[in-house]
Structure formats: C-alpha cells, structure tokens
C-alpha cells in the first residue's frame, strides 16, 4: 500500500529556514506531480508549490515565491521544500500531496489523490 511520509516539521523564530522531506513509496503508479499544501483548522487548503516529476518544473503560491524552493530527488521518489525568511503567518500544518494525472490545476488539492499526514511548522515572532 502507497504513502507518502513527511519529516522536517518543527519550530522556527521568524526569518528562520526549515526543510521539509517527503518519500513516497509502495505505490502501483507514477506521480506525475508531487506538492506541498498547508492548512490552518477552520480554513481551506492551500496550495504553496508542486512540482512536475517528469522535467522539474515548480510553481508556486505568490505568498512564498522567492522564499521557498521546491526540489525532488527522483532516484529516491523524494520532494524536498526548503523555506527560507519564515513568517509567523506561515504557520499551519504542512501536507505532502501527490498526483498521478497529466492534466491537472496546479495548485488545486482536489486534483492530488495522494497525501501525507502533515507535520507541524510553527514560526514565531
């Protein structure tokens, strides 16, 4: 059975960086595009990058372009996303998603079927 399992969560003073790792493994398809969304209880979900596993290309939120980068080492079906110059209002829950279709929305969570448990990244003033 697939899954995707995150690690780097944690605490950071505002202005820190933190990296955040996800593994997929055990899944009887390709990923096409593998992402990391973030939500606050009580909010909707929201996309801040994803990445096309076929040739690497990145999109991202406009509240953390410039700030943060996403990466995959594809040899170890591995997404990485570092973030730089962290805000407190980047605080929430960070989710590993994963897509095994071609044509999606990018940034859209209904469009990643696959999706990690979410670890916790708290910034602080």
């Known amino acids: 059975q697939g899954q995707l399992v995150e690690s780097g969560g944690g605490s950071v003073q505002a202005g820190g960086s933190l990296r955040l790792s996800c593994t997929a493994s055990?899944?009887?398809?390709?990923?096409?595009?593998m992402g990391w969304f973030r939500q606050t209880p009580g909010k909707e979900r929201e996309g801040v990058a994803t990445i096309y596993t076929g040739d690497s290309s990145t999109y991202y939120a406009d509240s953390v372009k410039g700030r943060f980068t996403i990466s995959q080492d594809n040899s170890k079906n591995k997404v990485y996303l570092q973030m730089n110059s962290l805000k407190p209002a980047d605080t929430d829950v960070y989710y590993c998603a994963a897509s095994r279709w071609t044509r999606i929305t990018i940034l859209r969570p209904y469009d990643y079927g696959d999706w990690g448990p979410g670890p916790q990244v708290t910034v602080s003033s």
């Open positions: 055990g899944y009887p398809y390709r990923h096409n595009y």
